[in-house]
């Protein structure tokens, strides 16, 4: 499973090492590539950091956890990629700028092209799942919507929740883990394991 985190972050933050704690315990590897954010910050300097951090493996049994703008590196993640993915997560997840002049002018190269909705449903696994806040103060309910509808998956509103970040109390977040540890589940009963 590889763990992507958002602007102005790292992967040491929000609910990241506790996930990561939390599946390695369950036996599944975890990567958590460190992007260059806020210096440094582009769509080609967040791949060579992946390419860097991420051994090449077989992407059927990868899912990509994104969260926030990490939420979006996932989308480019599974639209270069050759193969699918096994499932793609995605938490306070946006496409577009979001009027905010701390986010947008670093974020522009992430959506400077359109993305390619049809090669990234092809490829994005069998699992898809999407969580929100319903008082993100960065991404408006409405966004993340829009993201769930082009993925296809269903919106996990949660009360309260604001940026699903250490900001708002997420330093876990059962529900992220819940989802991939069933995914596992039913891609062992799949392989008769």
């Not at 793609?88 to 701390?102: H, K, N, Q, R, S």
């Not at 359109?114 to 008082?135: H, Q, T, V």
């Not at 919507?145 to 699903?164: D, F, I, K, R, Y």
């Amino acid at each position: 499973m590889i763990v992507l985190h958002g602007a102005h972050g790292g992967p040491d933050t929000n609910w990241f090492p506790w996930i990561h704690a939390e599946l390695e315990g369950a036996g599944i590897e975890v990567v958590r590539p460190r992007f260059p954010t806020p210096q440094g910050q582009s769509l080609e300097a967040w791949f060579e950091a992946y390419d860097l951090a991420v051994t090449p493996s077989a992407l059927a049994s990868t899912i990509l956890v994104g969260h926030s703008l990490g939420a979006t590196m996932a989308l480019r993640l599974v639209e270069r990629a050759t193969k699918p993915f096994s499932g793609l997560f995605l938490a306070a997840g946006f496409i577009g700028a979001l009027g905010l002049p701390d986010y947008d002018a670093i974020n522009a190269s992430f959506f400077a092209e359109p993305f390619d909705w049809k090669s990234i449903n092809e490829r994005k696994g069998s699992a898809c799942r999407c969580w929100a806040g319903d008082d993100d103060p960065y991404v408006p309910l409405p966004r993340s919507q829009q993201l769930a509808n082009h993925l296809g998956a269903s919106l996990e509103v949660v009360p309260g929740g604001g940026h699903l970040n250490g900001e708002t109390g997420f330093t876990a977040f059962p529900q992220v883990r819940d989802a991939i540890l069933a995914i596992r589940l039913s891609m062992a009963g799949q392989d008769g394991s």
